[in-house]
């Protein structure tokens, strides 16, 4: 059984994108000029990071005569009047508590060309993408969390009459079902709606810390762990030796590590045993030792665990990074249940209660960042629809986050793929990791199945 990579087309891919000079894009209408104090759930540390996405398109006949940066650009204005809080720029108060000063100076636009087609990217368009830095040029001094836009957007269109649209948001703002809301908003001012079908709900009040503040759950993701060599992955940001792979987990292979489980076990999710898979894999790709502590956390939108729900259109963060956290011995040693059983038990975890006692943390603690010796960190945003986003060309043929990992820890965000050579759909997951580990984890992946195959021969 083996596992497709580098789904991204030709690494040797070479082209040159000529942009104009960024420029600011303001509403289109005057806005309020308020101070808006985020939620405590939206402001802690780890989420004080710049989040890039892609969304690619092909040319559409029906389309022709139509720019797709002036179609873009246009509706981004008109879409600011609805959700002016990005035009603005954050500011941090007292005990570090963030808030956006809503003053409309607006976010960053930059319309590109670039000298090559869809094609030449190859027949799978997934990340990692070859030359993403030049599909998103990063304006000097705009990359900080303060003081800065809150969005950068570049449209680039292609020789082939495509184009593609990079985004970098501030998460702090958003989640991603936040961002799916503001770029849907984006499309539909762009297809000419007068406004939005579901409109911006700011209400940030909900995700604040009680009076007074109480933790009443369990938060393994925020304890404080010294970190090791050993448990620590360092910054893609500054080391040259993280590589960022995808791996397609087509019918084939989701069967076989379903097939791990005994026929007893209860039902699962394919994010839960392919977290589990993915888990074991990358710890025993790392070689770590027997008594070393390793944890995965799940990212879990919890939107739908309030009673009464948030309000429709509510688009700030409302998740949370449970954590499912073991030795590495019993890990790699007990049965593939065993790590299963964590991951289910540690989505569970996730109440209303959970989210109040969280924002009571933030507040408490003043906003940490979580746990990062031995950490993974999972993203499921298979269901989330980025490919639906429609700017009048259709949908996309890739929507959603350009590059895994942040900061100092292993990150995997799985994706709906496009069908794969075999004409198979699947999910993507996407990687990053040191190249001497991502070689042993690709190893470890097909390993775990052979192993099984050879058993039941």
């Given amino acids: 059984m083996a596992f497709s990579q580098d789904m991204a087309g030709p690494p040797c891919l070479i082209f040159t994108v000529r942009r104009h000079q960024a420029e600011y894009v303001t509403p289109a209408k005057p806005t309020p000029h308020e101070i808006k104090p985020l939620s405590d759930i939206d402001d802690q540390q780890g989420l004080r990071i710049q989040i890039p996405f892609v969304q690619i398109y092909r040319n559409k006949p029906s389309m022709e005569g139509k720019d797709p940066v002036e179609v873009i650009r246009q509706a981004l204005a008109q879409t600011l009047v609805f959700y002016y809080p990005f035009a603005g720029r954050l500011r941090e108060g007292a005990d570090r508590k963030l808030m956006v000063d809503c003053n409309g100076e607006g976010v960053l636009f930059i319309e590109a060309d670039a000298d090559v087609t869809l094609d030449q990217f190859g027949d799978a368009l997934q990340p990692p993408f070859p030359c993403f830095e030049e599909l998103l040029y990063d304006v000097p001094g705009s990359e900080g969390i303060l003081h800065t836009p809150l969005l950068l957007i570049q449209v680039t269109r292609l020789?082939?009459?495509?184009?593609?649209?990079?985004?970098?948001?501030?998460h702090t703002m958003v989640d991603g079902a936040g961002i799916l809301q503001f770029m849907t908003?984006?499309?539909?001012?762009?297809?000419?709606?007068?406004?939005?079908?579901?409109?911006?709900?700011?209400?940030?009040?909900?995700?604040?810390?009680?009076?007074?503040?109480?933790?009443t759950c369990n938060h393994r993701e925020y304890e404080e762990v010294p970190s090791t060599d050993s448990t620590t992955i360092p910054s893609s940001d500054d080391d040259d030796?993280?590589?960022?792979?995808?791996?397609?987990?087509?019918?084939?292979?989701?069967?076989?590590?379903?097939?791990?489980?005994?026929?007893?076990?209860?039902?699962?999710?394919?994010?839960?045993?392919?977290?589990?898979?993915?888990?074991?894999?990358?710890?025993?790709?790392?070689?770590?030792?027997?008594?070393?502590?390793?944890?995965?956390?799940?990212?879990?939108?919890?939107r739908s665990k309030f009673n009464p729900p948030l309000p429709v259109g509510y688009y700030g963060n409302c998740i949370a990074y449970p954590a499912a956290v073991t030795?590495?011995?019993?890990?790699?040693?007990?049965?593939?249940?065993?790590?299963?059983?964590?991951?289910k038990k540690t989505k569970a975890e996730v109440t209303e209660e959970y989210m109040h006692s969280l924002a009571d943390l933030m507040?408490?603690?003043?906003?940490?960042?979580?746990?990062?010796?031995?950490?993974?960190?999972?993203?499921?945003?298979?269901?989330?629809?980025?490919?639906?986003?429609?700017?009048?060309?259709?949908?996309?043929?890739?929507?959603?986050?350009?590059?895994?990992?942040?900061?100092?820890?292993?990150?995997?965000?799985?994706?709906?793929?496009?069908?794969n050579s075999r004409g198979e759909d699947g999910v993507v997951v996407l990687i990053c990791l040191p190249t001497k580990v991502m070689k042993r984890f690709a190893k470890e992946l097909v390993r775990g199945l052979f192993d099984r195959q050879t058993k039941h021969t």
Wanted: proline residues 4%.
């Fill in 159 to 170: 020789k082939c009459g495509g184009f593609i649209v990079g985004m970098r948001f501030n």
């Fill in 185 to 215: 908003a984006l499309s539909e001012m762009a297809r000419c709606l007068h406004e939005p079908s579901i409109l911006p709900v700011w209400d940030r009040e909900l995700l604040c810390a009680r009076d007074p503040p109480r933790i």
């Fill in 241 to 302: 030796d993280l590589v960022h792979k995808s791996f397609f987990f087509g019918p084939n292979e989701m069967a076989g590590i379903h097939g791990l489980l005994p026929t007893h076990f209860g039902r699962c999710t394919n994010f839960e045993v392919l977290t589990a898979y993915v888990w074991r894999c990358r710890t025993k790709a790392l070689q770590l030792e027997s008594h070393e502590v390793v944890r995965m956390m799940c990212i879990v939108n919890a």
């Fill in 327 to 343: 030795e590495v011995g019993k890990l790699s040693e007990n049965s593939f249940e065993y790590a299963v059983e964590l991951i």
């Fill in 363 to 419: 507040v408490i603690k003043r906003r940490p960042l979580f746990t990062i010796a031995g950490t993974s960190i999972v993203s499921d945003v298979t269901r989330m629809g980025y490919t639906n986003v429609d700017f009048g060309w259709g949908k996309s043929l890739y929507g959603g986050q350009a590059k895994a990992g942040a900061g100092s820890f292993f990150g995997a965000n799985y994706h709906v793929s496009s069908k």
